[in-house]
């Protein structure tokens, strides 16, 4: 089977104190440390799991600039068998369609059985997998937890739904399949396996070797534009509970129950 | 039997000795020929394992062999069973030797060894054969009537085998009784013979029974003591040949296992012995049998499945899925199983986790050091443990929990992913800068002595408390000192005890350009974890101190006078932390520093010193979610509680967390505190008043 999985690199948030930049339209970049979007590590992990049990391939994708490069390293040191940096100074300021456009034309140059995505970004819109799924026409399942193969053409996937429950559903494919975290436990990627990579090139690919219209992403293309950066205004949330434990326990639990958390 | 029976005449004994001597001859022959078959093929795995040097400093090494060997130095730490097994260790040796010292003599002819001396050894070893068999009598009601605790096999490490125990007991007490008939005997026949015969030990058992077979007929006597021989040859052979398939195999392998075992304590073994460049390595640590050194195999063949490792165990004791015993005799079981001393071997790619050994019991280990310190056969667990982890690392199987702090370490240099410009916050704070300037080293800014912190005390708001301490300590006493601040990353001491080498390697690298660069001539810290990691798993760094050393040097030299407790109710106790205690020795510095403190009431917990009970586990083991029934902290309290005591001090940060929570667990608040020894050291110092200083000390504050 061959699987493509879409990641992206997004600022640590247990790691980095997130805050506004002094022109209030972005965060503070500076001294900030990386990593891969947590949803897509389960992703990729799915993929490597399936594919270690099944055969085939996996390909991890990502659209960025070359400081991008880290989490496809880590993807081909994690097991991922190849990787593609697409970038071109032209794809800068791609809205959410935008990328799904770059990636729906590296899909169509290649041949994949199954496109993961991680269901949303840290710093995302959670809405790449849905469209390029769209662009490709291919079904598409949301927020997967579970991936069963049934035969060569076939996946039966759990979706959990509101209140705990869930949902199977039985899908073609190829197809696009936004992944939950918690569908898997990812295996930890040490230095040395990154290390062991460090010489393997990452093909970049630019608007000419994916054969796609410059104008088509980009910040011309766009149609949605970011306009504001703000944190809200801090709302009056909490309440400290004061006094001995036995009284602040039991002033919790009363309080939980008026809210109907405890019946 | 037959032909014993038709011995009559003097001639037919003649003929039956010389017969015998043959006899004996291919009993001898045959028996060493199996035994020597039977070690080699126990040899086939050792040599198919990984390289481990360990033939240098020999004479440190017969030093060792001397004391815990010979000696039997760490049996008396279980009083009853190891004065038993020092007196068979002791038997076992005079009659070694007898052995030996017969088979020479009996082949030449001679009848022993001469003289005054060769006479006292020979009412030695009269009494050593009854001693022995005293001590198996005792061994055997021991292990049938009062089933010591440590012995039992829980259900989930498989079947005990306790019939193999009294077999081998009465192999042994066979071969004593053997023995003591020989002598009797053999003094029977040469007095009825009227030849010149040496007094038996009165009051030993051979004397007694030789005055029982005094009256005996002379022919009986002489088959008597040829079958006694006979049977005394077949019995020794069986039971060697019969030794390297359990637990009984540590007698001949002990020797080797105490001359071979690890002389330097706090260091963890490289990934592989000689491999100069570890990049060049295909995978790391151990994942299969094989993986393991020929010394750690040899560990498995050694252990005696005393259980006095697992007796000591923290996680053991909390419930953890670790009995260190156990980690030795399922490997030496799997190794019995593919490599058999009759078939072929059967080497297989099988991993080890999942297999014999499962992923929470080698994460549950706190590398505290407690079995490696009770084994009396110098087993050795903290680097398997380590291998074993690495091995797991390598391949990408990590606990979730620790993947975070890990990552955090690899891109912030700390656990926490606590920002490095952020590292010297803890000297921020209004009341202390006023009393204490603390200096941030660089190329620029050199001191005397550098002040490693460590990631828990520069960012872990309860520890902080301990950096403030001890860097009021330092600057009490004058000291020229000062921190790397964001130059400092973590010292990666449990990263490495975690088995993530290649990320140790990079902190170190790291730490190693920094303190270089600060140009610093000593280094102290308040964290043995820290301390550890810099004196014996850094090289090329300045010597380095733990704080309570420091300190206690300071008391000595009188630079550090304390103010008299006025707590008449508190009753201090000592915890050792394992890192500055069993791994290096420092058990006095922090005791003689309390002891300083006039109207300090200290006790002692039952465990301590080199018996310290780990408090949790440091570093990377904050992190680590383990199954258990309950905390080590918790036991460790309720220890503390017993022993009278009311205040708890440490000197490690880990410990003081893992106390501090344990406390609160255990709901012991309003009876239970613990601080730090550098906190009390600083609470109850007596202050100099500097003239240079700008205001009057203001009461409460703390400071000058």
């Known amino acids: 089977m061959e699987i493509l999985v879409c990641v992206k690199r997004v600022p640590d948030t247990s790691e980095n104190e997130i805050e506004l930049n002094r022109a209030g339209n972005d965060i503070e970049r500076e001294d900030l440390v990386y990593s891969v979007n947590e949803w897509d590590n389960y992703a990729m992990e799915e993929a490597i799991r399936i594919v270690e049990k099944n055969g085939g391939n996996v390909t991890v994708a990502t659209v960025g600039g070359e400081d991008d490069e880290e989490v496809l390293r880590r993807a081909l040191a994690m097991g991922a068998n190849r990787s593609v940096l697409i970038s071109d100074a032209a794809f800068a300021g791609s809205d959410g369609a935008g990328i799904a456009r770059l990636l729906k034309a590296f899909v169509e140059k290649n041949h994949f059985d199954l496109i993961l995505t991680g269901a949303q970004a840290e710093d995302g819109a959670a809405q790449v997998g849905g469209m390029l799924a769209a662009l490709l026409d291919y079904p598409f399942a949301?927020?997967?937890?579970?991936?069963?193969?049934?035969?060569?053409?076939?996946?039966?996937?759990?979706?959990?739904?509101?209140?705990?429950?869930?949902?199977?559903?039985?899908?073609?494919?190829?197809?696009?399949?936004?992944?939950?975290?918690?569908?898997?436990?990812?295996?930890?990627?040490?230095?040395?396996?990154?290390?062991?990579?460090?010489?393997?090139?990452?093909?970049?690919?630019?608007?000419?070797?994916?054969?796609?219209?410059?104008?088509?992403?980009?910040?011309?293309?766009?149609?949605?534009?970011?306009?504001?950066?703000?944190?809200?205004?801090?709302?009056?949330?909490?309440?400290?509970?004061?006094?001995?434990?036995?009284?602040?326990?039991?002033?919790?639990?009363?309080?939980?129950?008026?809210?109907?958390?405890?019946? | 039997m037959s032909m014993v029976e038709a011995i009559r005449s003097p001639v037919e004994v003649a003929e039956w000795l010389s017969l015998g001597k043959i006899l004996f001859l291919v009993i001898h022959f045959l028996g060493l020929t199996l035994l020597i078959y039977i070690l080699t093929r126990r040899m086939t795995p050792l040599l198919r394992g990984e390289r481990d040097p360990r033939f240098d400093r020999p004479w440190l090494r017969l030093a060792t062999v001397l004391q815990f060997w010979l000696a039997q130095w760490k049996h008396p730490r279980y009083r009853g069973a190891g004065l038993l097994h020092i007196l068979i260790f002791a038997g076992f040796m005079i009659l070694a030797v007898r052995s030996l010292a017969l088979l020479i003599f009996g082949l030449s002819g001679h009848a022993g060894f001469p003289g005054e001396a060769g006479h006292l050894y020979d009412l030695l070893t009269d009494w050593s054969a009854s001693v022995v068999l005293v001590c198996m009598i005792v061994a055997a009601v021991r292990r049938i009537v009062f089933h010591p605790a440590r012995y039992a096999v829980p259900a989930r490490y498989g079947k005990g085998h306790p019939g193999d125990a009294i077999f081998l007991l009465g192999l042994i007490a066979t071969l004593m009784l053997c023995d003591i008939a020989f002598a009797a005997s053999n003094a029977a026949v040469l007095v009825q013979q009227g030849k010149a015969v040496e007094a038996l030990a009165v009051g030993s058992l051979p004397w007694m029974l030789n005055q029982a077979l005094i009256v005996v007929p002379l022919p009986v006597l002489l088959n008597t003591r040829v079958g006694i021989c006979i049977f005394h040859e077949l019995t020794f052979y069986f039971l060697l040949c019969y030794r390297p398939f359990g637990i009984q195999f540590h007698v001949i392998t002990s020797l080797f296992n105490v001359y071979f075992a690890k002389l330097d304590r706090g260091t963890v073994k490289p990934v592989r012995w000689g491999a100069a460049n570890l990049n060049e390595l295909k995978s790391f640590g151990v994942k299969k049998f094989e993986d393991f050194t020929w010394k750690q195999m040899l560990d498995f063949y050694t252990c005696a499945d005393c259980g006095r490792c697992s007796d000591n165990c923290p996680a053991d004791a909390a419930g953890r899925p670790l009995s260190p015993r156990f980690i030795s005799i399922k490997a030496r079981d799997y190794s019995f199983q593919h490599y058999p001393v009759f078939g072929r071997a059967r080497a297989e790619d099988a991993r080890l986790i999942g297999g014999i050994y499962s992923e929470d019991e080698i994460w549950s280990c706190t590398t505290c050091g407690a079995c490696e310190e009770e084994c009396p056969l110098m087993i050795e667990y903290i680097d398997k443990m380590v291998d074993l982890r690495r091995g797991m690392i390598d391949e990408g199987n990590v606990p979730q929990s620790m993947q975070k702090p890990l990552k955090a370490l690899a891109s912030r240099g700390n656990p926490y992913g606590k920002m490095e410009k952020k590292k010297a916050d803890w000297i921020d704070n209004k009341e202390f800068r006023e009393g204490c300037k603390v200096r941030i080293l660089d190329a620029r800014q050199s001191a005397e002595t550098l002040y490693f912190v460590d990631s828990i005390t520069a960012y872990e708001d309860r520890i902080q408390a301990i950096g403030r301490a001890t860097a009021r300590i330092l600057d009490h006493t004058g000291e020229d000192f000062g921190i790397l601040g964001a130059a400092e990353k973590d010292?990666?001491?449990?990263?490495?005890?975690?088995?993530?080498?290649?990320?140790?390697?990079?902190?170190?690298?790291?730490?190693?350009?920094?303190?270089?660069?600060?140009?610093?001539?000593?280094?102290?810290?308040?964290?043995?974890?820290?301390?550890?990691?810099?004196?014996?798993?850094?090289?090329?760094?300045?010597?380095?101190?733990?704080?309570?050393?420091?300190?206690?040097?300071?008391?000595?030299?009188?630079?550090?006078?304390?103010?008299?407790?006025?707590?008449?109710?508190?009753?201090?106790?000592?915890?050792?932390?394992?890192?500055?205690?069993?791994?290096?020795?420092?058990?006095?510095?922090?005791?003689?520093?309390?002891?300083?403190?006039?109207?300090?009431?200290?006790?002692?917990?039952?465990?301590?010193?080199?018996?310290?009970?780990?408090?949790?586990?440091?570093?990377?083991?904050?992190?680590?979610?383990?199954?258990?029934?309950?905390?080590?902290?918790?036991?460790?309290?309720?220890?503390?509680?017993?022993?009278?005591?009311?205040?708890?001090?440490?000197?490690?940060?880990?410990?003081?967390?893992?106390?501090?929570?344990?406390?609160?667990?255990?709901?012991?608040?309003?009876?239970?505190?613990?601080?730090?020894?550098?906190?009390?050291?600083?609470?109850?110092?007596?202050?100099?008043?500097?003239?240079?200083?700008?205001?009057?000390?203001?009461?409460?504050?703390?400071?000058?």
């Open chain 1, 142 to 263: 949301a927020l997967v937890d579970s991936i069963e193969l049934l035969d060569g053409a076939k996946l039966k996937v759990s979706r959990e739904i509101e209140g705990g429950n869930k949902e199977l559903n039985e899908i073609d494919l190829p197809c696009v399949l936004s992944i939950e975290t918690g569908i898997n436990e990812p295996r930890y990627v040490g230095m040395r396996s990154i290390q062991m990579v460090a010489a393997v090139e990452i093909p970049i690919l630019g608007a000419a070797e994916l054969g796609i219209d410059a104008a088509s992403a980009g910040k011309a293309a766009a149609k949605v534009h970011r306009t504001d950066y703000f944190m809200p205004a801090a709302s009056k949330g909490a309440e400290i509970l004061n006094g001995g434990r036995a009284e602040v326990i039991d002033r919790m639990i009363e309080l939980v129950r008026a809210k109907g958390g405890l019946k």
């Open chain 2, 491 to 704: 010292s990666g001491h449990d990263v490495r005890r975690f088995g993530e080498e290649t990320l140790f390697h990079a902190l170190r690298g790291h730490n190693v350009t920094a303190i270089k660069a600060s140009g610093v001539k000593r280094i102290v810290t308040a964290d043995p974890h820290a301390y550890n990691a810099l004196k014996n798993d850094y090289k090329d760094v300045p010597p380095v101190e733990h704080m309570s050393q420091w300190m206690a040097r300071q008391v000595k030299a009188g630079n550090i006078k304390f103010n008299r407790l006025e707590d008449a109710g508190a009753v201090y106790t000592y915890h050792d932390p394992c890192y500055l205690g069993r791994h290096n020795q420092v058990y006095d510095d922090p005791r003689d520093v309390l002891d300083a403190i006039p109207g300090l009431k200290r006790v002692e917990m039952s465990r301590c010193r080199d018996r310290s009970f780990c408090c949790g586990g440091g570093g990377l083991m904050l992190f680590y979610e383990p199954r258990e029934d309950q905390r080590m902290g918790v036991l460790r309290v309720r220890m503390a509680a017993a022993a009278g005591a009311n205040v708890i001090v440490t000197a490690c940060p880990f410990c003081m967390v893992n106390i501090e929570d344990a406390i609160k667990v255990a709901g012991m608040e309003a009876t239970m505190t613990a601080i730090d020894l550098t906190e009390l050291v600083d609470k109850q110092i007596v202050r100099r008043i500097r003239t240079e200083v700008r205001e009057a000390p203001r009461a409460g504050t703390g400071n000058v």
